[in-house]
């Protein structure tokens, strides 16, 4: 592992990079619930393959807040799960290029940095908060959607399933907002289809009030089944569902050029969101 400030150094280096206005907002202003760890910066992993940079250790989550150049702001957030197997966040790849291309549509962007590893409980409390962040600073008529891939799908998917159930004390006002997506969005998701026979995910109850989806993916994805199956019970509920399946393009391709599922799917998701939002 790299030292812990090494966290730090990486975020002053990308802003500076960055066109985009930056800020960083911690999730929890006390205690973190149910987190047994004391808060600190989360750890690069020392593995950078893939050209990305790959976070573990998270005991203090964040949201990185990307703000759209000044008049471009459309109106809409949307909150970004970094996927990871639930034990790291790809944070670039998968989550601060995601807020870059997504202020060029006009959307304010928070790149979530949640609890990990393993910590799918907690995650969830982060990603409510994240939401209700997110809204605060949206602007009351604005709409939010939550954005994930893989692991980070499946945590948009909780979300955008399990809204309505209170998963931890209220902290502050915040709290009083709604944590309910407008709208979800699930690239190259996992872990959707562990219910018996490689069926919806137990935990994920599709209701009237599950926000509509985009959800993409492969067919050569050891992870493609879980699109499929939480499509079919989208389509089975009468939710709105967009699904988008290209025969190649593997897993973890974020939109970096090369792939044609990573170049294919901003295009496809973008004309989406525009309809929703």
């Known amino acids: 592992m790299k030292p812990l400030i090494s966290f730090f150094v990486l975020i002053f280096i990308y802003i500076s990079l960055s066109a ?5 907002i911690y999730l929890w202003p006390g205690a973190v619930p149910g987190e047994t760890e004391p808060k600190h910066p989360a750890v690069v992993d020392s593995n950078r393959s893939g050209n990305t940079t790959r976070l573990t250790d998270v005991t203090n989550p964040m949201v990185v807040e990307f703000i759209p150049e000044e008049g471009a702001f459309n109106g ?3 909150v970004i799960c970094p996927g990871g197997a639930y034990n790291i966040l790809s944070i670039d790849k998968e989550g601060y290029e995601i807020a870059e291309w997504l202020n060029t ?19 969830l409390q982060d990603v409510q908060r994240a939401l209700r962040i997110a809204r605060s600073r949206t602007g009351a008529s604005g709409k ?13 998917a909780r979300a955008s399933t399990r809204f309505n159930e209170k998963t931890y004390e209220p902290v502050d006002h915040l709290d009083e907002l709604s944590c309910r997506p407008d709208f979800t969005v699930l690239i190259y998701p996992a872990y959707l289809d562990h219910g018996p026979g490689r069926t919806l995910t137990p935990e994920l109850t599709i209701t009237g ?11 050569d994805d050891k992870y493609g089944n ?21 025969p190649a393009g593997g897993h973890g391709y974020g939109l970096r050029p090369g792939n044609a599922a990573g170049e294919r799917w901003p295009l496809l998701c973008a004309k989406w969101m525009e309809s929703v939002r």
């Open 226 to 246: 879980s699109a499929l199956v939480m499509t079919g019970a989208l389509r089975d509920a009468g939710i709105p569902a967009e699904l988008h399946m290209l």
């Open 105 to 123: 549509l006009g959307y304010k962007a928070f790149v979530l940095q949640y609890r990990v590893p393993q910590k799918q409980e907690g995650a």
């Open 20 to 24: 985009q206005q930056v800020d960083t």
């Open 209 to 219: 009030e599950t926000p509509p989806m985009f959800l993409f993916g492969t067919i």
């Open 144 to 156: 939010v959607g939550v954005l994930g891939f893989s692991a980070g799908g499946s945590l948009s």
């Open 76 to 78: 809409s957030s949307v």
